[in-house]
C-alpha cells in the first residue's frame, strides 16, 4: 500500500478517535481495510460501555469478521491512531490480520514497539507486518489535547 493510501485510511481512523474525544473516552480510532476500502470502524467506548475491553481496534475486528463472514481477516490492514496495546496486538494476530499501522508510540501499553514487541515473538504460528508513524503528529496531539483537559476540568479550569 502507498503512502497515500496509508494516510487517507489513517485520516478515517483519525476521525474515530475524534468521535471518541468528543465522548469523553480515550482519542483512539481504528480501520480496517480490505482491498484499498474500509470494512469497519471503531472508537473506544470502554466508559460508555463500561467495559474494559472495548478498545477501537477490537471494536473494529469484531465488525470486520461480521462483515467478512469469518473470524479471519487475511489480506486485512488494521490502522489504529496509537500503537495498539497487548491485547489489542494480539487480537489482530489472533484473527490472522497482514499489516498493523500506527500512528503514534503508546510508551504504557504499546504492544508492538513501547512495553512488548508481540509480532517479533518466535513461537506465533501468523506473522503480521507493522508500519509505524503515519499521521503521528495528529495522533499525538489529539491525545495530548485529551489529556490536557481532563487535568484543566480536575483542577476546576
Given at each position: 500500500m ?8 489513517m485520516?478515517i ?13 480515550v482519542p ?6 480490505k ?13 460508555k ?10 471494536i ?19 490502522f ?35 512495553l ?9 504460528n ?8 503515519v ?6 496531539e489529539l ?6 483537559n ?8
Amino acid at each position: 500500500m502507498d503512502k497515500d493510501k496509508l494516510e487517507y485510511f489513517m485520516d478515517i481512523a483519525l476521525e474515530e478517535a475524534l468521535k471518541a474525544y468528543k465522548e469523553d473516552e480515550v482519542p483512539v480510532g481504528a480501520v480496517i481495510a480490505k482491498d484499498n476500502k474500509v470494512i469497519s470502524k471503531g472508537h473506544n467506548s470502554v466508559e460508555k460501555s463500561k467495559d474494559a475491553i472495548m478498545h477501537a481496534e477490537i471494536i473494529a475486528i469484531r465488525k470486520a469478521q461480521k462483515i467478512v463472514g469469518d473470524w479471519r481477516l487475511s489480506e486485512c490492514y488494521l490502522f489504529s491512531t496509537i500503537e495498539p496495546c497487548i491485547m489489542c496486538t494480539s487480537a489482530a494476530i489472533l484473527s490472522r490480520i497482514d499489516t498493523i499501522v500506527y500512528g503514534a508510540e503508546d510508551p504504557k501499553f504499546g504492544g508492538i514497539k513501547s512495553l512488548i514487541n508481540i509480532p517479533e515473538l518466535k513461537n506465533l504460528n501468523h506473522k503480521i507486518n507493522v508500519i509505524k508513524s503515519v499521521r503521528e503528529n495528529e495522533a499525538i496531539e489529539l491525545m495530548q489535547n485529551f489529556f490536557k483537559n481532563i487535568r484543566l476540568k480536575r483542577r476546576g479550569g
